[in-house]
């Protein structure tokens, strides 16, 4: 670990809002976890009277940050991993994924939020070949979370830079774009970028994310598909390209009938 891996540090709690719901804590709630409080419990359960599908948004994307690390840790050979945005640790983490396929792969975990602080330990496990850190960075200093991720990464070989669902709390959308190129801008070349976001293609998942806006929550745009696409501009696509989450490399064949254009869209890319 770094000099900036988590110590123990209590001053951290008395920045957590429990009167209010977290997205993070929320997420965690949908997820089947255990890290959240009656009023983020409240809120999901308002948000899923809304939009039922949310849960299964939420699941799949997990799913695909998965599959989408395990194409990059098998299928591409990276050994090193960018994770900005991670949210509250879950079952398996990106460390976890990675060095299941090579117990050598390295990580580095971003997050502002002090929540997210508190259980930045259950990132900080990994194979005694790998190794895995936690800096407390913002999104906003791409430039900064490089420098110190560059402690721990070799940044002069290609890196894995996950974005999972962090660029929606941007509220400017080209703003979100010129983010994701300055991180992209200080990785070599054979880097790769997997990313998924919320979309606007369902009319009751955006009421309910409007309503959810409102409610003093951290507010998270969905965008257009287009949109999600725009990220990867000048990176190579990785088949089957950006598109619905379920779509992307699944395990299983889609069950007959049922829905894969859920609203979560992603794919990952190659920087030439």
């Known amino acids: 670990m ?20 977290h997205s993070a804590r929320i997420w ?10 009656e009023v983020d419990r409240v809120a999901g359960d308002r948000y899923r009277e809304t939009f039922p599908g949310i849960v299964d948004i ?11 690390v395990r194409h990059l840790a098998a299928g591409a050979g990276i050994r090193q991993y960018l994770d900005v945005g991670t949210g509250l640790p879950t079952a398996d ?13 390295r990580v580095v975990y971003v997050d502002n939020d002090p929540l997210v602080l508190m259980h930045a330990h259950a990132l900080l496990t990994s194979t005694p070949e790998g190794v895995t850190d936690y800096l407390q960075g913002d999104l906003y200093e791409p430039e900064d979370i490089l420098a110190r991720a560059g402690r721990t990464l ?11 669902g962090i660029l929606g709390h941007v509220a400017d959308y080209e703003e979100s774009r010129a983010l994701v190129r300055r991180l992209m801008a200080g990785l070599p070349p054979g880097s790769h970028l997997s990313l998924n976001e919320g979309a606007d293609i369902d009319e009751t998942y955006n009421r309910a994310q409007r309503a959810y806006n409102e409610s003093g929550a951290l507010p998270y745009h969905l ?7 725009g990220y990867f501009e000048g990176l190579e696509p990785v088949e089957p390209g950006v598109v619905p ?10 069950a007959a009938g049922r829905r894969h254009d859920l609203g979560q869209i992603g794919g990952v890319a190659r920087k030439p």
């Open 58 to 68: 939420a699941r799949a994307s997990r799913a695909f940050l998965a599959r989408s």
């Open 245 to 254: 989450v379920q779509r992307w490399r699944p395990d299983v064949a889609p």
């Open 154 to 164: 070799d940044l002069s070989r290609p890196v894995g830079l996950v974005l999972s």
């Open 28 to 37: 965690n709630y949908w997820l089947g976890g255990t890290d959240n409080y």
């Open 223 to 229: 965008r257009t598909p287009e949109q999600i696409a």
């Open 2 to 21: 770094t000099d900036d891996a988590p110590a123990d540090r209590p001053e951290s709690v008395s920045k957590i809002d429990t009167s209010v719901p």
């Open 93 to 105: 983490n990106t460390h976890q994924i990675a060095q299941r396929v090579a117990p050598q792969s």
